[in-house]
């Protein structure tokens, strides 16, 4: 009789404890590792400063980049059990997956309130909203359209002036090429940094205000431009490393960092990996803007949002709130080593290559990434991939094109 | 008293049933529901509302070239796979069960590999084989016969995207890993069945005269068939369903050609969201893993009844 007057005792307390995080707020994400966890924990700090009361619950999910987090997150939403907020990609993956089945709930108060729809850009605004309303708070930005390079083997080459034309490009590759050096380097063994590249070239070829037409389909995709970005992605091909489906885009990272390439395309976390394997923004290493994109800001962000049925509603409004105060986004961006989504940010806390990013990114036209979540749903954009990656080996432009033709028909785009 | 046994018998075994026919055949009923439905977005799951569409999930697979691809794939693996380790797994029994010095060592050390996680074996063999930026910048094996002066053995190992007909060679690779794996496992259950060939048919065949390898080929082989059976039965399905390894070591491969059925059916289900698709995977792997097992499990019971 003792033992079970002591096992409900247990239990008992067990329970209440539970009970008693009534006062809390359960943020869901997937950052786990590196500067993003480090981040995230000082956003919380912060805000315990203004909420000393409310209990934040970290309900990060690690590994996968976020593909175990986000099949976590399926499952709970459609349990009607969802984190009071969660982290996603600014965009569709957020509009497609949760906001058009009605699981989320608009924003846009939460920004008239505070008065600050004009400190974030317009183009942006327009990314995370759904037929006029916004759905969430972007937190950091990253910039995907960079070609970081290597100064030294620039020097060598005779590289005076940043290349802003594919043939001006192409000619430097080349001449790296001759000297013996990798010209653009390329890692592929996980598929999505050869969209990744991709995007990049058509964005250039098309230009900003039709490539986002394309994803509100005031556009079709059946435009000679698309076909004209395979063939330059044939050209770009011939320049990179043979092994590239072995390599992670860190190993096609290093490899100019190691002085074996000349450049390599990708977005700017390659610009915080090479910080930590020590090399200096604008001493060892450079950067420009994919040659055609100068004038756009391919954008991959994370965001969160306000689930419907929120567990501790008012306190998730409260962090969506603190989400878009300069501080906030000042407190997370230089840990990880993004910039922040609000224009009127301190500039001084950045280094140099992410002030030129904070530059662009108020001034230019803003496009969304597709590869990272922002532009079409994963349907689309992982079948997409696919078709990428057999163009990358087989380089049948016709071939690939059509297949892009069938992949968008069958995602709803339009394609005539 | 029988009934009492009877009672606390079934009483005993029935949470494991019930477990299992909810877990194991539910859900395997399920995955064929969907299977047949459209649900190939987030949104039609949340909708809930089922519609079915009959085999159209199956038929757009086997049009689908990297499906078709996978199934050679899985193919070519299983069949040089399992070759790989039967051959290897008798050849080390054989040199273990002689009982030379270091046989005891040797036999630990060929079992060592199964003890690892095929997502260690993967990435580390991944290394191995990674074949660098050739011809200036091997890496890995290549970089050995560089230094040994072998350079015409250099090639672009899991990065080629060559192939024998249908034969990816970017396989080779997978199923050297995979072999040097498992075929430890071949080794313990062939050591056994070797051990337990009786010394007196081995005697009577060296009294009438028979060569070493005439012994083997002649008396031990025949012998040997169950444990062959069973070898091949348990490689096999496991081949046939493999994806932490070829997952951890090369992912789909350039092109594909490293692509199987499982990385498919995680990416379809768990990266584009399309579940019916995804199922028809599933619920193909289970066709065929029934069609290797099924037959064993029919044979091995009329066997038992006799």
């Given at each position: 009789m003792k033992r079970v007057i002591i096992v409900l005792a247990v239990l008992f307390a067990a329970f209440s404890v539970f009970a008693a995080s009534e006062n809390a707020l359960e943020?869901?994400?997937?950052?786990?590792?590196?500067g993003e966890e480090e981040g995230l924990l000082a956003l919380f700090d912060l805000f315990h400063t203004y909420y000393p009361d409310i209990e934040i619950i970290n309900a990060a999910v690690a590994g996968g980049a976020g593909t175990n987090a986000k099949a976590v997150l399926k499952t709970r939403m459609l349990g009607g059990n969802p984190p009071d907020s969660f982290q996603v990609h600014a965009g569709m993956e957020l509009t497609d997956t949760y906001v058009i089945p009605g699981l989320m709930e608009p924003i846009t108060f939460i920004y008239k309130e505070l008065g600050i729809l004009d400190k974030f850009p317009k183009d942006l605004l327009d990314i995370v909203s759904y037929k006029g309303e916004i759905y969430s708070v972007p937190v950091n930005v990253h910039r995907a359209n960079v070609v970081f390079y290597n100064k030294k083997i620039a020097e060598e080459i005779g590289m005076k002036k940043e290349p802003t034309t594919w043939a001006e490009f192409l000619m430097y590759l080349d001449k790296a090429q001759q000297k013996g050096y990798i010209g653009l380097s390329l890692g592929d063994k996980n598929k999505w940094t050869s969209l990744h590249l991709f995007e990049s070239i058509?964005?250039?070829?098309?230009?900003?205000?039709?490539y986002n037409k394309l994803w509100k389909g005031e556009t079709s995709f059946n435009d000679p431009a698309i076909k004209h970005a395979l063939s330059v992605m044939k050209d770009l091909l011939k320049y990179v490393n043979s092994?590239?489906?072995?390599?992670?885009?860190?190993?096609?990272?290093?490899?100019?960092?190691?002085?074996?390439?000349?450049?390599?395309?990708?977005?700017?976390?390659a610009e915080g990996?090479?910080?930590?394997?020590?090399?200096?923004?604008?001493?060892?290493?450079?950067?420009?803007?994919?040659?055609?994109?100068?004038?756009?800001?391919?954008?991959?962000?994370?965001?969160?949002?306000?689930?419907?049925?929120?567990?501790?509603?008012?306190?998730?409004?409260k962090w969506l709130k603190f989400l878009t105060t300069v501080e906030a986004q000042d407190t997370f961006n230089p840990i990880k080593g993004s910039i922040p989504a609000r224009i009127d940010a301190d500039k001084s806390k950045y280094d140099v290559y992410l002030q030129w990013s904070m530059n662009d990114f108020s001034t230019k036209s803003?496009?969304?990434?597709?590869?990272?979540?922002?532009?079409?749903?994963?349907?689309?954009?992982?079948?997409?991939?696919?078709?990428?990656?057999?163009?990358?080996?087989?380089?049948?432009?016709?071939?690939?094109?059509?297949?892009?033709?069938?992949?968008?028909?069958?995602?709803?785009y339009v394609t005539d | 008293m029988r009934?009492?046994?009877?009672?606390?018998?079934?009483?005993?075994v029935a949470p494991s049933i019930i477990a299992i026919a909810i877990f194991v055949y539910g859900f395997i009923t399920w995955t064929l529901r969907v299977s047949f439905s459209n649900w190939n977005s987030f949104s039609a799951l949340l909708k809930g509302e089922y519609k079915f569409v009959g085999l159209r999930n199956y038929i757009r697979l086997f049009q689908d070239t990297r499906f078709q691809t996978d199934l050679w794939n899985t193919l070519f693996f299983t069949l040089f796979f399992l070759f790989g380790t039967i051959a290897l797994g008798i050849v080390m029994a054989i040199l273990v069960d002689k009982g030379l010095k270091g046989s005891r060592l040797f036999q630990n050390l060929f079992l060592f590999p199964m003890a690892i996680s095929f997502v260690v074996t993967g990435t580390v063999w991944s290394w191995i084989f990674a074949p660098g930026n050739l011809?200036?910048?091997?890496?890995?094996?290549?970089?050995?016969?560089?230094?040994?002066?072998?350079?015409?053995?250099?090639?672009?190992?899991?990065?080629?995207?060559?192939?024998?007909?249908?034969?990816?060679?970017?396989?080779?690779?997978?199923?050297?890993?995979?072999v040097w794996q498992l075929s430890g496992y071949t080794m313990a259950m062939y050591l056994a069945g070797l051990r337990g060939i009786p010394n007196d048919i081995i005697e009577a065949a060296k009294v009438d005269g028979a060569s070493e390898w005439k012994i083997f080929w002649r008396v031990k082989m025949p012998l040997l068939?169950?444990?062959?059976?069973?070898?091949?039965?348990?490689?096999?399905?496991?081949s046939l369903k493999i994806f932490d390894l070829v997952f951890a070591m090369t992912g789909s491969g350039p092109n594909f050609v490293t692509d199987v059925p499982a990385i498919y059916m995680f990416e379809l289900t768990f990266r584009s969201n399309r579940y019916a698709m995804g199922s028809a995977i599933a619920i193909i792997m289970l066709l065929f893993v029934a069609i290797v097992i099924v037959p064993y499990l029919f044979s091995s019971m009329r066997g038992e009844k006799r």
């Amino acid at each position: 009789m003792k033992r079970v007057i002591i096992v409900l005792a247990v239990l008992f307390a067990a329970f209440s404890v539970f009970a008693a995080s009534e006062n809390a707020l359960e943020i869901f994400s997937w950052w786990t590792g590196g500067g993003e966890e480090e981040g995230l924990l000082a956003l919380f700090d912060l805000f315990h400063t203004y909420y000393p009361d409310i209990e934040i619950i970290n309900a990060a999910v690690a590994g996968g980049a976020g593909t175990n987090a986000k099949a976590v997150l399926k499952t709970r939403m459609l349990g009607g059990n969802p984190p009071d907020s969660f982290q996603v990609h600014a965009g569709m993956e957020l509009t497609d997956t949760y906001v058009i089945p009605g699981l989320m709930e608009p924003i846009t108060f939460i920004y008239k309130e505070l008065g600050i729809l004009d400190k974030f850009p317009k183009d942006l605004l327009d990314i995370v909203s759904y037929k006029g309303e916004i759905y969430s708070v972007p937190v950091n930005v990253h910039r995907a359209n960079v070609v970081f390079y290597n100064k030294k083997i620039a020097e060598e080459i005779g590289m005076k002036k940043e290349p802003t034309t594919w043939a001006e490009f192409l000619m430097y590759l080349d001449k790296a090429q001759q000297k013996g050096y990798i010209g653009l380097s390329l890692g592929d063994k996980n598929k999505w940094t050869s969209l990744h590249l991709f995007e990049s070239i058509v964005l250039a070829e098309l230009g900003p205000e039709k490539y986002n037409k394309l994803w509100k389909g005031e556009t079709s995709f059946n435009d000679p431009a698309i076909k004209h970005a395979l063939s330059v992605m044939k050209d770009l091909l011939k320049y990179v490393n043979s092994d590239h489906s072995a390599l992670t885009w860190q190993d096609a990272t290093r490899l100019v960092f190691e002085g074996k390439a000349f450049c390599n395309v990708m977005g700017d976390w390659a610009e915080g990996y090479l910080k930590t394997l020590g090399w200096k923004p604008g001493v060892e290493f450079g950067w420009f803007a994919v040659p055609g994109t100068q004038n756009a800001f391919m954008l991959v962000s994370d965001t969160f949002g306000l689930p419907k049925n929120a567990p501790h509603r008012e306190n998730a409004i409260k962090w969506l709130k603190f989400l878009t105060t300069v501080e906030a986004q000042d407190t997370f961006n230089p840990i990880k080593g993004s910039i922040p989504a609000r224009i009127d940010a301190d500039k001084s806390k950045y280094d140099v290559y992410l002030q030129w990013s904070m530059n662009d990114f108020s001034t230019k036209s803003i496009c969304p990434s597709i590869i990272h979540g922002s532009a079409a749903p994963e349907a689309f954009s992982t079948a997409l991939m696919d078709a990428i990656n057999k163009f990358v080996t087989e380089q049948d432009v016709n071939k690939a094109f059509k297949e892009i033709l069938w992949i968008a028909e069958d995602n709803g785009y339009v394609t005539d | 008293m029988r009934k009492k046994n009877l009672v606390i018998g079934i009483s005993v075994v029935a949470p494991s049933i019930i477990a299992i026919a909810i877990f194991v055949y539910g859900f395997i009923t399920w995955t064929l529901r969907v299977s047949f439905s459209n649900w190939n977005s987030f949104s039609a799951l949340l909708k809930g509302e089922y519609k079915f569409v009959g085999l159209r999930n199956y038929i757009r697979l086997f049009q689908d070239t990297r499906f078709q691809t996978d199934l050679w794939n899985t193919l070519f693996f299983t069949l040089f796979f399992l070759f790989g380790t039967i051959a290897l797994g008798i050849v080390m029994a054989i040199l273990v069960d002689k009982g030379l010095k270091g046989s005891r060592l040797f036999q630990n050390l060929f079992l060592f590999p199964m003890a690892i996680s095929f997502v260690v074996t993967g990435t580390v063999w991944s290394w191995i084989f990674a074949p660098g930026n050739l011809p200036n910048n091997p890496q890995g094996l290549n970089l050995l016969f560089q230094k040994l002066g072998l350079d015409n053995l250099m090639w672009g190992w899991y990065t080629s995207t060559d192939s024998l007909g249908h034969f990816n060679l970017a396989l080779i690779p997978v199923i050297i890993a995979a072999v040097w794996q498992l075929s430890g496992y071949t080794m313990a259950m062939y050591l056994a069945g070797l051990r337990g060939i009786p010394n007196d048919i081995i005697e009577a065949a060296k009294v009438d005269g028979a060569s070493e390898w005439k012994i083997f080929w002649r008396v031990k082989m025949p012998l040997l068939t169950p444990i062959t059976l069973s070898a091949l039965i348990i490689l096999g399905h496991i081949s046939l369903k493999i994806f932490d390894l070829v997952f951890a070591m090369t992912g789909s491969g350039p092109n594909f050609v490293t692509d199987v059925p499982a990385i498919y059916m995680f990416e379809l289900t768990f990266r584009s969201n399309r579940y019916a698709m995804g199922s028809a995977i599933a619920i193909i792997m289970l066709l065929f893993v029934a069609i290797v097992i099924v037959p064993y499990l029919f044979s091995s019971m009329r066997g038992e009844k006799r």
